[in-house]
């Protein structure tokens, strides 16, 4: 419960700071960084907190997967929510969106059905992985890094898992 009180203290007031910048420049290309950019700053700051999440476990991804392995990782850590670029969600839909998943399945699929503002954050909320994949090969990042964006919600495979469970922990 606790982590969810700070992630509304993030959202309320998102700070990424030049020196998170500098190292964006370093870690993701041109194109990445466009992606990158073209989130809302509480994304970013999102972002960047699953990213440092990723980077926190270099060495064990490093040793069991590779080091192109964990550059993936870090640039889907930085982009998995791209496809939220489409359509800005506001605060009152994020804060629904997490509220949502502790409501009864009787209500859940009443608003889910509905087409209310509510409904449509669902949509919007459930389409960004795909919309994130598209605009990723838009700019020609590589497949695996699509497929981290595309799958990050629901993981097919260990890597998957471990941006999913980051994603989960920010």
């Not at 990723?136 to 981290?148: D, H, K, T, V, W």
Request: charged share 20%; with cysteine.
């Amino acid at each position: 419960m606790f982590y969810r009180i700070k992630q509304l203290r993030s959202a309320l007031h998102p700070v990424v700071n030049e020196n998170e910048y500098s190292w964006l420049n370093a870690v993701l290309s041109e194109r990445e960084r466009q992606l990158f950019l073209k989130q809302t700053l509480t994304e970013q700051r999102h972002a960047l907190d699953v990213a440092r999440d990723i980077q926190e476990q270099s060495s064990l991804i490093e040793n069991g997967y590779g080091k192109e392995v964990y550059h993936n990782l870090l640039s889907g850590a930085l982009l998995h929510d791209c496809g939220k670029s489409v359509i800005h969600l506001l605060l009152w839909q994020r804060i629904f969106i997490v509220v949502f998943d502790y409501l009864p399945e009787r209500i859940k699929n009443i608003i889910r059905q509905s087409k209310s503002v509510f409904g449509k954050t669902l949509v919007i909320y459930t389409q960004h992985p795909a919309w994130g994949k598209r605009l990723a090969a838009r700019a020609g990042l590589s497949p695996e890094i699509q497929r981290l964006i595309h799958n990050h919600h629901t993981p097919q495979n260990s890597m998957e898992e471990i941006l999913h469970s980051a994603d989960n922990r920010h």
